[in-house]
């Protein structure tokens, strides 16, 4: 990221800002360059960070006079990524606790690899522990062929119904879970103390301590996926089920499917469990808006795949800027907004918070209406076409059309 010329910052101008701290809060990797001679050796360094143990974030601060000095006429010998390593002895123990049963294994990150999943499949099928993902995962490898992956649900009541299942709790490329927010009566942590085994966490070794536990308990060498099919092409009016379901049926083999649909889409991770294969983003946190923007970078790091970014109206309105750099690099997405003009996700939480029949006040500040937001315009101002549709048939007739052609196109599922 650029920044002011050296020997101007100091002098507190507009534009300045702490760069190094606010990188600091998502970045494994932060550096600012001291001169242009030094820019190489830095960016390499930053890569083999960004590489390192499973990927990371690595931000480089570069000042002006920096960026327009005097470079380097030789690049800097590029170092091999840090190996990444995992404890033995928590190999052996998740080994003891599986092998005693009523087992679960929670994977994350590197876990949810291909190679990752198909190693839990194994581990899975010699074991007969559950396999779940995290509930906000960044990146998971799906559809049919993969062993059965249940997500942690986001609601307390249901996660710790899945979680009280089970005597131990095996954590593999992630952290032990945690409330989304803070609940009266509820604990902090998803497991027990008791319960929680940690493999490995975010940037250790997860596909080498996968590999050693497989081995260690002697799993077969191939799992059996599960059997089943995708749901039946739904009709008549448009609800979260029914545009998951159209969704799962259309989606093209090899896919990108960025899903920021929160409460529209809750039912899709179901539905499309024996889809052709693909790969599924999700949103991570709490700040939403990532799916416009996440999905124009798949699009723009895969070009030979087909991007669907299935979007809440609600997010989406953070973002719509991502359409416009869509239609200029005519980037194969497909957006599929699932409309019921409501930050439904706060109503949930409202309810939650024991406010059964909230004031007039904030209804309004959970509604997107008056005005109504129009995607079909939204989507045409920046060069995208658009259409709305308020059934399946016309939701199934408008995606194939959609998926079928190259670029951009934008669909308003308008929800019951």
């Not at 997107?368 to 076409?385: A, K, M, T």
């Amino acid at each position: 990221m650029g920044e002011h010329t050296t020997w101007h910052v100091g002098a507190d101008p507009l534009l300045a800002t702490d760069l190094e701290r606010v990188a600091g809060l998502v970045s494994r990797f932060v550096r600012t360059s001291k001169s242009a001679a030094a820019i190489a050796t830095d960016i390499r360094d930053a890569i083999g960070s960004a590489m390192a143990g499973g990927g990371g974030i690595a931000s480089l601060i570069v000042p002006h006079d920096c960026q327009i000095g005097e470079a380097q006429t030789s690049l800097p010998r590029q170092h091999a990524p840090a190996k990444a390593a995992y404890a033995p002895s928590r190999v052996i123990e998740a080994a003891k606790a599986l092998e005693v049963g009523r087992a679960a294994i929670l994977l994350g990150g590197e876990a949810l690899t291909e190679a990752g999943l198909h190693l839990a499949g194994r581990i899975a099928g010699r074991t007969g522990a559950g396999l779940y993902c995290d509930t906000f995962f960044a990146r998971m490898e799906r559809g049919e062929g993969m062993p059965l992956v249940r997500k942690l649900p986001y609601l307390p009541d249901q996660a710790l119904g899945v979680t009280r299942k089970y005597r131990r709790v095996v954590i593999a490329g992630t952290r032990r879970p945690v409330m989304f927010f803070g609940y009266q009566g509820y604990p902090s942590h998803v497991t027990t103390d008791e319960q929680t085994l940690l493999l490995t966490g975010p940037g250790d070794d997860t596909l080498g301590a996968l590999e050693a536990l497989a081995a260690e308990i002697e799993a077969p060498d191939a799992f059996d996926p599960p059997e089943g099919a995708l749901p039946a092409m739904p009709k008549g009016p448009l609800d979260a089920l029914s545009v998951s379901a159209v969704i799962a049926r259309l989606q093209p083999r090899e896919a990108i499917v960025m899903d920021e649909a929160l409460t529209v889409g809750i039912p899709y991770f179901e539905a499309s469990r024996h889809a052709p294969r693909f790969s599924h983003l999700m949103l991570t946190g709490g700040a939403i808006g990532q799916g416009p923007g996440a999905a124009t970078g798949a699009a723009v790091a895969c070009p030979g795949r087909k991007v669907i970014n299935f979007q809440s109206d609600g997010c989406g309105a953070y973002s719509v800027q991502a359409f416009w750099t869509q239609a200029r690099e005519k980037l194969d997405v497909v957006t599929v907004v699932g409309a019921n003009l409501s930050y439904n996700i706060l109503n949930v939480e409202l309810q939650r918070a024991g406010v059964t029949e909230p004031g007039p006040i904030a209804r309004a500040m959970t509604s997107l209406r008056s005005p109504d937001l129009d995607w079909v315009r939204i989507g045409e101002g920046f060069g995208v076409p658009s259409v709305s549709v308020e059934t399946a048939e016309a939701l199934a007739r408008e995606l194939e059309r959609a998926l079928s052609a190259t670029g951009p196109r934008l669909i308003e599922a308008i929800m019951t």
